[in-house]
Protein backbone atom coordinates (compact mmCIF):
# COMPACT_ATOMS: atom_id res chain seq x y z
CA UNK A 1 0.00 0.00 0.00
CA UNK A 2 1.00 3.51 -1.30
CA UNK A 3 2.22 5.78 1.69
CA UNK A 4 -0.30 8.41 2.52
CA UNK A 5 0.65 12.24 3.14
CA UNK A 6 -2.49 14.36 4.81
CA UNK A 7 -1.66 18.16 3.09
CA UNK A 8 -3.16 20.69 4.89
CA UNK A 9 -3.19 24.13 3.41
CA UNK A 10 -4.46 27.75 4.48
CA UNK A 11 -7.69 27.57 1.58
CA UNK A 12 -7.90 31.31 2.00
CA UNK A 13 -4.98 32.21 0.90
CA UNK A 14 -4.02 32.11 -3.08
CA UNK A 15 0.16 31.11 -1.77
CA UNK A 16 -1.15 28.34 0.61
CA UNK A 17 -3.26 26.66 -1.86
CA UNK A 18 -0.79 27.01 -4.53
CA UNK A 19 2.34 25.84 -2.73
CA UNK A 20 -0.34 22.87 -1.59
CA UNK A 21 -0.61 21.87 -5.48
CA UNK A 22 3.51 21.98 -5.90
CA UNK A 23 3.59 19.93 -2.88
CA UNK A 24 0.86 17.34 -4.08
CA UNK A 25 2.72 17.24 -7.22
CA UNK A 26 6.27 16.48 -5.82
CA UNK A 27 4.84 14.03 -3.29
CA UNK A 28 2.95 11.78 -5.85
CA UNK A 29 6.12 12.12 -8.21
CA UNK A 30 8.32 10.53 -5.64
CA UNK A 31 5.20 7.42 -5.23
CA UNK A 32 3.66 8.84 -2.38
CA UNK A 33 -0.28 9.70 -2.37
CA UNK A 34 -1.29 13.11 -1.00
CA UNK A 35 -4.59 13.42 0.34
CA UNK A 36 -6.90 16.06 1.46
CA UNK A 37 -9.45 16.71 3.92
CA UNK A 38 -12.96 16.78 2.17
CA UNK A 39 -13.40 20.79 2.62
CA UNK A 40 -9.93 21.73 1.94
CA UNK A 41 -10.11 19.31 -1.43
CA UNK A 42 -13.48 21.02 -2.50
CA UNK A 43 -11.77 24.53 -2.29
CA UNK A 44 -9.29 23.66 -4.12
CA UNK A 45 -11.19 21.56 -6.78
CA UNK A 46 -13.18 25.04 -6.86
CA UNK A 47 -10.43 27.41 -7.40
CA UNK A 48 -8.89 25.10 -10.10
CA UNK A 49 -12.36 25.32 -11.78
CA UNK A 50 -12.44 28.97 -11.83
CA UNK A 51 -9.50 28.96 -13.33
CA UNK A 52 -7.73 30.77 -9.73
CA UNK A 53 -5.25 27.87 -9.44
CA UNK A 54 -3.42 25.96 -12.42
CA UNK A 55 -3.08 22.93 -11.58
CA UNK A 56 -2.42 20.98 -15.00
CA UNK A 57 -4.75 18.46 -14.52
CA UNK A 58 -3.96 17.65 -11.12
CA UNK A 59 -6.42 15.83 -8.45
CA UNK A 60 -6.60 15.43 -5.42
CA UNK A 61 -8.45 12.05 -3.15
CA UNK A 62 -10.19 13.30 -0.19
CA UNK A 63 -10.48 11.61 3.44
CA UNK A 64 -12.59 11.40 6.43
CA UNK A 65 -10.72 12.28 9.34
CA UNK A 66 -13.27 10.13 11.48
CA UNK A 67 -11.96 6.88 9.50
CA UNK A 68 -9.34 7.10 7.54
CA UNK A 69 -6.28 8.97 9.55
CA UNK A 70 -5.18 5.95 10.73
CA UNK A 71 -4.06 5.02 6.93
CA UNK A 72 -1.85 8.67 7.10
CA UNK A 73 1.55 8.83 7.66
CA UNK A 74 1.98 12.74 7.94
CA UNK A 75 0.37 15.73 8.19
CA UNK A 76 2.17 18.43 5.99
CA UNK A 77 0.79 21.66 7.21
CA UNK A 78 1.11 24.28 4.89
CA UNK A 79 0.62 28.00 6.23
CA UNK A 80 1.41 29.80 9.98
CA UNK A 81 1.09 28.68 13.62
CA UNK A 82 -2.99 29.73 12.88
CA UNK A 83 -2.93 26.61 10.39
CA UNK A 84 -1.15 24.21 12.79
CA UNK A 85 -3.45 25.34 15.81
CA UNK A 86 -6.17 24.02 13.17
CA UNK A 87 -4.40 21.45 11.67
CA UNK A 88 -4.22 19.91 15.64
CA UNK A 89 -8.10 20.49 16.34
CA UNK A 90 -8.94 18.39 12.80
CA UNK A 91 -6.20 15.58 13.60
CA UNK A 92 -6.49 15.72 17.38
CA UNK A 93 -8.47 12.44 17.90
CA UNK A 94 -5.58 10.22 15.97
CA UNK A 95 -1.81 9.82 16.78
CA UNK A 96 -0.76 11.63 13.30
CA UNK A 97 2.59 13.67 13.90
CA UNK A 98 2.56 17.24 11.95
CA UNK A 99 4.89 19.05 10.04
CA UNK A 100 4.98 22.64 9.11
CA UNK A 101 5.78 24.75 6.45
CA UNK A 102 5.45 28.68 7.31
CA UNK A 103 3.81 30.87 5.01
CA UNK A 104 2.57 33.11 8.04
CA UNK A 105 4.57 35.64 9.32
CA UNK A 106 6.67 34.41 12.72
CA UNK A 107 5.90 30.95 12.26
CA UNK A 108 7.22 29.43 15.53
CA UNK A 109 5.42 26.00 15.21
CA UNK A 110 6.67 25.67 11.64
CA UNK A 111 9.80 23.49 10.71
CA UNK A 112 11.03 24.87 7.42
CA UNK A 113 10.36 28.10 5.28
CA UNK A 114 8.46 27.97 1.86
CA UNK A 115 11.54 28.26 0.27
CA UNK A 116 12.46 25.12 1.80
CA UNK A 117 9.33 23.08 0.85
CA UNK A 118 11.46 20.93 -1.65
CA UNK A 119 13.65 19.94 0.80
CA UNK A 120 10.78 19.24 3.46
CA UNK A 121 9.21 17.18 0.78
CA UNK A 122 12.41 14.84 -0.22
CA UNK A 123 12.92 14.23 3.96
CA UNK A 124 9.36 13.12 4.14
CA UNK A 125 10.16 10.66 1.31
CA UNK A 126 13.25 9.79 2.90
CA UNK A 127 11.94 9.70 6.69
CA UNK A 128 14.64 11.48 7.51
CA UNK A 129 12.50 13.51 10.19
CA UNK A 130 12.14 13.05 14.24
CA UNK A 131 8.79 13.24 15.90
CA UNK A 132 8.97 15.66 19.30
CA UNK A 133 5.41 15.83 21.57
CA UNK A 134 4.19 18.80 22.88
CA UNK A 135 2.24 19.35 26.14
CA UNK A 136 -1.03 20.34 25.41
CA UNK A 137 -3.96 21.41 28.27
CA UNK A 138 -7.23 19.51 29.26
CA UNK A 139 -9.71 22.79 29.87
CA UNK A 140 -12.96 22.39 32.01
CA UNK A 141 -15.63 25.00 32.57
CA UNK A 142 -17.61 24.56 35.60
CA UNK A 143 -20.66 26.68 36.60
CA UNK A 144 -21.76 25.54 40.46
CA UNK A 145 -21.48 21.84 40.58
CA UNK A 146 -22.07 21.28 37.06
CA UNK A 147 -19.29 20.71 34.26
CA UNK A 148 -20.49 22.77 31.33
CA UNK A 149 -17.33 22.43 28.73
CA UNK A 150 -14.65 19.92 28.41
CA UNK A 151 -12.33 20.85 25.85
CA UNK A 152 -8.17 21.06 24.74
CA UNK A 153 -5.60 23.66 23.99
CA UNK A 154 -2.06 23.35 22.57
CA UNK A 155 -0.89 26.82 23.08
CA UNK A 156 -3.20 28.93 25.65
CA UNK A 157 -7.17 28.75 27.53
CA UNK A 158 -7.54 32.29 27.57
CA UNK A 159 -10.12 34.19 30.23
CA UNK A 160 -11.45 37.08 28.55
CA UNK A 161 -13.81 39.96 29.77
CA UNK A 162 -16.89 40.14 27.48
CA UNK A 163 -17.91 43.58 27.91
CA UNK A 164 -14.95 45.76 26.80
CA UNK A 165 -16.38 48.76 29.07
CA UNK A 166 -15.94 46.76 32.46
CA UNK A 167 -13.21 45.05 33.98
CA UNK A 168 -12.99 41.34 34.67
CA UNK A 169 -12.88 40.30 38.60
CA UNK A 170 -11.19 37.31 39.11
CA UNK A 171 -9.29 35.04 41.52
CA UNK A 172 -6.39 32.98 40.08
CA UNK A 173 -5.84 29.94 42.25
CA UNK A 174 -3.74 27.12 41.80
CA UNK A 175 -4.53 23.31 43.73
CA UNK A 176 -7.39 24.75 44.99
CA UNK A 177 -5.91 27.19 47.08
CA UNK A 178 -6.18 31.00 45.50
CA UNK A 179 -3.45 33.04 44.95
CA UNK A 180 -4.45 36.52 43.95
CA UNK A 181 -7.80 38.64 43.10
CA UNK A 182 -8.03 41.12 40.84
CA UNK A 183 -9.98 43.20 38.11
CA UNK A 184 -8.43 42.47 34.93
CA UNK A 185 -8.99 42.41 31.13
CA UNK A 186 -8.38 38.81 31.43
CA UNK A 187 -5.80 35.58 32.19
CA UNK A 188 -3.72 33.58 30.39
CA UNK A 189 -3.32 29.96 30.54
CA UNK A 190 -0.46 28.59 28.37
CA UNK A 191 1.88 25.55 27.57
CA UNK A 192 5.79 25.89 27.09
CA UNK A 193 4.87 25.63 23.29
CA UNK A 194 2.44 28.69 23.75
CA UNK A 195 4.46 31.27 25.60
CA UNK A 196 6.06 32.74 22.53
CA UNK A 197 2.25 33.26 21.66
CA UNK A 198 -0.43 35.69 23.88
CA UNK A 199 1.42 34.72 26.90
CA UNK A 200 4.16 36.41 25.36
CA UNK A 201 2.28 39.09 24.49
CA UNK A 202 0.60 39.43 27.53
CA UNK A 203 4.52 40.03 29.65
CA UNK A 204 4.79 36.47 30.51
CA UNK A 205 8.50 34.51 30.21
CA UNK A 206 9.28 32.69 27.51
CA UNK A 207 9.79 28.66 28.47
CA UNK A 208 11.63 26.37 26.25
CA UNK A 209 9.17 23.39 24.96
CA UNK A 210 11.03 20.83 26.29
CA UNK A 211 9.92 22.17 29.63
CA UNK A 212 6.99 20.55 31.58
CA UNK A 213 5.37 23.41 33.04
CA UNK A 214 2.16 25.33 33.41
CA UNK A 215 1.82 29.59 33.50
CA UNK A 216 -0.50 32.03 34.49
CA UNK A 217 -0.47 35.85 32.52
CA UNK A 218 -2.62 38.09 33.85
CA UNK A 219 -4.16 40.58 31.59
CA UNK A 220 -3.89 44.36 31.96
CA UNK A 221 -4.50 43.89 35.71
CA UNK A 222 -5.47 46.48 38.27
CA UNK A 223 -3.53 45.30 41.07
CA UNK A 224 -0.30 45.62 43.03
CA UNK A 225 0.77 41.37 42.83
CA UNK A 226 -0.30 40.91 39.39
CA UNK A 227 2.93 38.98 38.44
CA UNK A 228 3.05 35.77 35.93
CA UNK A 229 3.13 32.20 37.68
CA UNK A 230 5.27 29.05 36.49
CA UNK A 231 3.57 26.04 37.80
CA UNK A 232 3.90 22.38 37.84
CA UNK A 233 2.32 20.58 35.26
CA UNK A 234 0.79 17.94 38.31
CA UNK A 235 -0.94 20.95 39.28
CA UNK A 236 -4.48 22.07 38.84
CA UNK A 237 -4.82 26.02 38.20
CA UNK A 238 -7.73 28.06 37.98
CA UNK A 239 -9.52 30.71 37.64
CA UNK A 240 -13.03 32.03 38.78
CA UNK A 241 -15.33 34.72 37.51
CA UNK A 242 -16.33 36.68 40.36
CA UNK A 243 -19.78 37.54 41.15
CA UNK A 244 -19.91 41.19 42.62
CA UNK A 245 -19.45 42.91 39.78
CA UNK A 246 -22.16 40.50 37.50
CA UNK A 247 -19.98 40.71 34.93
CA UNK A 248 -19.71 37.90 32.46
CA UNK A 249 -16.41 36.83 30.52
CA UNK A 250 -15.32 34.20 27.76
CA UNK A 251 -13.09 31.39 27.11
CA UNK A 252 -10.89 31.34 24.15
CA UNK A 253 -9.15 27.89 23.58
CA UNK A 254 -5.99 28.28 20.73
CA UNK A 255 -8.03 31.29 19.41
CA UNK A 256 -10.62 28.80 17.83
CA UNK A 257 -12.79 27.49 20.28
CA UNK A 258 -14.92 29.77 22.81
CA UNK A 259 -16.94 29.04 25.64
CA UNK A 260 -19.27 31.98 27.44
CA UNK A 261 -18.54 32.26 31.05
CA UNK A 262 -21.55 33.78 32.99
CA UNK A 263 -20.78 35.08 36.52
CA UNK A 264 -19.70 32.56 39.11
CA UNK A 265 -17.93 30.12 36.39
CA UNK A 266 -14.84 28.26 36.99
CA UNK A 267 -12.20 27.49 34.29
CA UNK A 268 -9.61 24.40 35.33
CA UNK A 269 -6.25 24.08 33.30
CA UNK A 270 -4.31 20.67 34.05
CA UNK A 271 -1.67 18.59 31.64
CA UNK A 272 -3.81 16.10 28.75
CA UNK A 273 -2.60 13.24 28.64
CA UNK A 274 -2.45 13.14 24.64
CA UNK A 275 0.55 15.53 24.08
CA UNK A 276 0.80 16.41 20.39
CA UNK A 277 2.81 15.17 18.07
CA UNK A 278 5.14 17.30 15.47
CA UNK A 279 7.75 16.45 13.24
CA UNK A 280 11.19 18.16 12.81
CA UNK A 281 13.77 18.07 9.88
CA UNK A 282 16.63 18.77 12.50
CA UNK A 283 16.74 19.45 16.21
CA UNK A 284 17.76 23.12 15.73
CA UNK A 285 18.05 24.54 19.56
CA UNK A 286 15.88 26.40 20.74
CA UNK A 287 17.50 29.39 21.45
CA UNK A 288 18.37 29.51 18.30
CA UNK A 289 15.26 29.30 17.12
CA UNK A 290 14.10 32.15 19.05
CA UNK A 291 17.15 34.60 18.04
CA UNK A 292 16.01 34.07 14.45
CA UNK A 293 12.40 34.32 14.63
CA UNK A 294 12.15 37.38 16.79
CA UNK A 295 15.29 39.01 14.92
CA UNK A 296 16.97 39.60 18.18
CA UNK A 297 20.27 41.60 18.50
CA UNK A 298 22.74 39.44 19.40
CA UNK A 299 25.18 41.91 19.16
CA UNK A 300 24.03 44.36 21.97
CA UNK A 301 24.44 48.16 22.28
CA UNK A 302 28.03 48.03 23.51
CA UNK A 303 28.85 46.45 20.27
CA UNK A 304 29.59 43.12 18.52
CA UNK A 305 31.49 39.89 19.82
CA UNK A 306 34.65 40.64 19.35
CA UNK A 307 36.93 37.78 17.08
CA UNK A 308 39.02 36.98 19.69
CA UNK A 309 36.17 36.26 21.88
CA UNK A 310 34.01 34.34 19.38
CA UNK A 311 37.36 32.17 18.74
CA UNK A 312 37.29 31.35 22.32
CA UNK A 313 33.95 30.25 22.52
CA UNK A 314 33.78 28.29 19.23
CA UNK A 315 37.22 26.53 20.56
CA UNK A 316 35.43 25.76 23.76
CA UNK A 317 32.45 24.58 22.26
CA UNK A 318 34.37 22.21 19.93
CA UNK A 319 36.55 21.02 23.19
CA UNK A 320 33.53 20.13 25.07
CA UNK A 321 32.50 17.52 22.68
CA UNK A 322 35.06 15.75 23.37
CA UNK A 323 35.15 14.26 27.04
CA UNK A 324 39.04 13.32 27.22
CA UNK A 325 39.64 17.15 26.62
CA UNK A 326 37.10 17.66 29.76
CA UNK A 327 39.15 15.58 31.93
CA UNK A 328 42.34 17.45 30.41
CA UNK A 329 41.22 20.62 31.09
CA UNK A 330 40.06 19.64 34.38
CA UNK A 331 43.97 18.63 35.19
CA UNK A 332 45.22 21.46 34.20
CA UNK A 333 42.97 23.84 36.30
CA UNK A 334 43.88 25.64 39.24
CA UNK A 335 40.20 23.57 41.20
CA UNK A 336 38.23 25.59 43.38
CA UNK A 337 39.28 27.86 45.61
CA UNK A 338 37.98 29.10 49.08
CA UNK A 339 38.27 33.11 49.37
CA UNK A 340 38.20 34.16 52.87
CA UNK A 341 37.14 37.75 53.71
CA UNK A 342 40.44 40.15 53.91
CA UNK A 343 40.26 41.59 57.47
CA UNK A 344 43.11 44.10 57.85
CA UNK A 345 45.33 43.54 60.75
CA UNK A 346 46.08 45.99 63.46
CA UNK A 347 48.74 48.59 62.69
CA UNK A 348 51.47 48.50 64.79
CA UNK A 349 51.66 51.46 67.49
CA UNK A 350 48.13 52.35 67.27
CA UNK A 351 47.04 52.32 70.97
CA UNK A 352 42.84 51.77 71.36
CA UNK A 353 40.94 54.82 73.30
CA UNK A 354 39.81 54.86 76.88
CA UNK A 355 36.38 53.62 77.25
CA UNK A 356 34.85 53.66 80.32
CA UNK A 357 32.36 50.62 80.57
CA UNK A 358 28.79 51.02 81.33
CA UNK A 359 27.14 49.38 84.09
CA UNK A 360 24.86 46.97 84.14
CA UNK A 361 21.90 47.59 86.58
CA UNK A 362 20.21 44.31 87.46
CA UNK A 363 16.29 44.02 89.14
CA UNK A 364 18.03 43.69 92.40
CA UNK A 365 19.65 47.27 92.03
CA UNK A 366 16.56 48.82 90.95
CA UNK A 367 14.77 47.93 94.03
CA UNK A 368 17.56 48.54 96.52
CA UNK A 369 18.01 52.05 94.39
CA UNK A 370 13.99 52.95 95.21
CA UNK A 371 14.50 51.72 98.91
CA UNK A 372 17.35 54.20 99.40
CA UNK A 373 15.64 57.18 98.21
CA UNK A 374 14.29 59.92 100.20
CA UNK A 375 10.86 60.20 100.06
CA UNK A 376 9.16 63.68 99.26
CA UNK A 377 8.38 65.90 102.57
CA UNK A 378 4.62 65.46 104.03
CA UNK A 379 4.63 67.99 106.99
CA UNK A 380 1.95 70.29 106.76
CA UNK A 381 3.76 73.42 108.14
CA UNK A 382 5.85 73.38 104.87
CA UNK A 383 2.61 74.29 102.84
CA UNK A 384 2.00 77.51 101.58
CA UNK A 385 -0.53 80.03 102.21
CA UNK A 386 -3.43 79.66 99.85
CA UNK A 387 -4.81 82.81 99.10
CA UNK A 388 -8.99 82.14 99.61
Known sequence: MSRRILILAHTGRHEAMQSALHAIELLRGAGLTPVMLPHDSAVVHEAIHNGVLSANGLTVESIDTKSSLQDVELGMVLGGDGSVLRAAEMVRESDLPLMAVN??????????????????????????????????????????KHLVAHTWALNEASVEKSNRERMLEVVMGVDDRPISSFGCDGVVMATPTGSTAYAFSGGGPIVWPEVQAMLMVPLSAHALFARPLVVSPESVISVDVLQRTNEAGVLWCDGRRTVDLPAGARIEVTRSSSPVKLARLALTPFSERLVRKFDLPTDGWRGSIPDKDRAAMEKRKLAGRDQDNWHQTLADSHGIRIVEPHHTAPRPGVVPPVTTPIPVITKADEQEIVQLSPSPPTDEHNEEPRND
Open 103 to 144: LGHVGFLAEAEQADLERAVTSIVNKDYKVEERMAIDVKVLVG
